[in-house]
């Protein structure tokens, strides 16, 4: 073999090892990112996550953009894609003036997985923080919250953005907790903000792996390569 044949050899070689597989990025939007204008926009929630909504005690349905006290925005992202390697879910809330401090303060989000059982929400969530800090805030959320958009009260003329990587969902406890794996062990996520606070929007972005074309198309030239020297 000649040392330009095997240099051959060596650079397609190097060429298939170093080619990596990149992530696809796909973005999910529920609600229109409009600052709270009307008209507002329907929620989406799945039929097992919306058959929790009358088991579970101050849960009611609501939509995008609605101001009203005791209303819960759920929606459902569903049809997720296999083999998520990371995600971060962006979202805009504000508080209700026209309920006191003590209403809004008890106002949060929770990340659920709800299944065909139709349970109580509380049996299928699986995060939740409040916006700001409170005390006790019974079965849905952890008690003595610091806050997760605010140290201080919730109130009505709160209003914030929130970005949660659900990789490292921050614990009221401290710590964090990776929900990748339930991501794509479901294949769907449950949300809900709320009650007496507004929702502007939500925002799913997830990566997953890339079919590994470089990698395939390295392994073709090779092969060729191969061929063209057995001929020779």
């Keep these: ?14 060429f298939f090892v170093f080619s990596s ?3 696809a990025s796909t973005l999910l939007t529920a609600g229109i990112e409009d ?41 459902t992202f569903d049809g997720l894609p296999a083999g998520i390697v990371s995600a971060t879910l962006r979202f805009r809330v504000q508080g209700n003036p026209s309920v006191n401090a003590t209403g ?31 005390g006790s805030n019974g079965a849905l959320f952890v008690d003595n919250d610091p806050g997760l958009l ?9 209003n914030e953005a ?8 921050p614990l009221a406890g401290g710590g964090t907790l990776d929900l990748i794996p339930l991501l794509n ?20 972005a997830i990566e997953v792996p890339e079919p590994t074309s470089f990698a395939l198309l390295s392994l073709s030239a090779l092969s060729a390569c191969l061929r063209r020297l057995r001929v020779r």
């Design 1 to 14: 073999m000649t040392a330009t044949k095997f240099s051959i050899i060596l650079s397609t070689l190097a």
């Design 21 to 23: 597989p990149s992530n």
């Design 35 to 75: 600052g709270f204008a009307a008209p507002t926009e329907a929620a989406n929630p799945s039929a097992n996550f919306l058959a929790t909504v009358p088991a579970t005690p101050g849960v009611n349905a609501g939509d995008f953009d609605e101001v009203s006290a005791n209303r819960n925005t759920l929606h």
């Design 104 to 134: 809004n303060g008890g106002d949060g989000i929770i990340l659920a997985f709800s299944d065909s059982d139709s349970d109580d929400l509380a049996d299928d969530l699986v995060w939740s923080r409040t916006f700001g800090s409170t």
């Design 150 to 158: 605010t140290s201080g009260i919730w109130s009505g003329t709160s």
């Design 162 to 169: 929130g970005i949660l990587d659900l990789s490292a969902l």
């Design 185 to 204: 062990s479901n294949g769907f996520l449950d949300i809900l903000s709320g009650d007496d606070s507004t929702t502007d929007f939500f925002e799913l």
